[in-house]
């Protein structure tokens, strides 16, 4: 009898220990990410580069907005830019020597200019105030003398602030307006940038909303592209079988058009939800099963997985169960 209860029990564990290492298997519709491309700028398509089928690469340019005259306009900036950022030099650099020396020159002869002046101020003064000339000669002379006083006075501050460069603030000043003109010079040529659509991944364009001559304006769909570098496969696994399925797990996938081909994947997703199977399960008793939603995600560089196809996946349980351990 005891013989009898061990080799029981024996069999029952195996048949639990096999239960639990058994491969989950399950069919699914692949199915691939649609990116829409909008146009990020205003004016008139002047290329569209592919047609629906095509297959493109990440950073194809697949349409073109006409940018002429947002190239003007950056020409435009930067001769601002060019021009604030040689005032800005000018500034931070000082003068040069000639022209200090320019200036001390033109300061001396103001000087001696101003010295005849004041002689003939004083001497015409002297005699308008003894009768000897008239007011009319006396105001003239005075007005001269005036006129020199502020010449001198003029070119001697101008010589100075050469000697001294410029203040912190004029410097401050004139960095802020290059870093202005820059800034605006770099909005227009992103908006010029905008003008190329680009493909964001590798994939098929599977929808073309315009055409070539048509004017679109910011955030009017352009294109739509499969993404098929990547693909994913819903499948549907039933709750006894949800503990032997981690994120993470490897998962392998074969299609009926490559029987003999295998396609690793990764489960990428868990639906924390329960729902009765989707009406595209073959049997009816199967559809009014409670189960879960799991996403594999399957590296397709070869773009062989198409979207729509039916692909069988299997995920390794025995991966799963060595985890918990």
Do not use: W
């Not at 205003?42 to 002429?68: F, H, K, N």
């Not at 993470?248 to 299609?255: E, F, R, V």
């Amino acid at each position: 009898m005891p013989v009898v209860l061990t080799l029981s029990l024996a069999i029952t564990l195996s048949a639990c220990t096999n239960k639990e290492t058994q491969p989950i298997e399950a069919s699914g519709i692949i199915e691939t990410t649609d990116v829409n491309l909008s146009a990020k700028a205003v004016g008139t398509v002047i290329s569209l580069r592919v047609r629906e089928g095509d297959q493109v690469r990440r950073g194809d340019t697949l349409a073109v907005i006409d940018p002429a005259d947002l190239k003007l306009q950056a020409e435009q900036l930067q001769a601002g830019v060019d021009l604030s950022k040689a005032q800005y030099d000018l500034l931070r650099n000082g003068s040069r020597s000639e022209d200090v020396a320019q200036a001390s020159e033109g300061v001396s002869q103001a000087k001696a200019t101003l010295d005849n002046a004041k002689d003939d101020f004083d001497r015409y003064e002297k005699l308008y105030k003894s009768g000897s000339v008239a007011e009319k000669q006396f105001a003239d002379v005075k007005t001269h003398y005036e006129v020199a006083q502020r010449q001198y006075g003029g070119l001697q501050s101008g010589y100075q602030k050469l000697r001294r460069g410029s203040r912190s603030e004029d410097l401050a000043a004139a960095k802020a307006r290059l870093t202005q003109s820059e800034a605006i010079l770099r909005a227009t040529q992103k908006k010029i940038s905008d003008c190329y659509l680009t493909s964001p991944a590798q994939g098929i364009i599977t929808k073309r909303a315009v055409e070539e001559g048509e004017f679109v304006s910011t955030g009017a769909q352009m294109l739509t592209v499969s993404k098929t570098e990547t693909v994913k496969l819903k499948i549907y696994v039933a709750e006894d079988e949800l503990g032997k399925v981690k994120v993470g797990q490897n998962a392998s996938l074969k299609i009926d058009t490559f029987k003999d081909k295998r396609y690793s994947g990764k489960v990428t997703y868990i639906s924390p939800a329960a729902e009765f199977t989707p009406k595209n399960v073959q049997t009816k008793d199967d559809r009014v099963k409670l189960v879960f939603e799991v996403q594999v995600e399957v590296h397709n560089p070869q773009g062989e997985l198409k979207s729509g196809l039916t692909a069988e996946a299997t995920l390794d349980a025995a991966g799963s169960l060595a985890e918990k351990k």
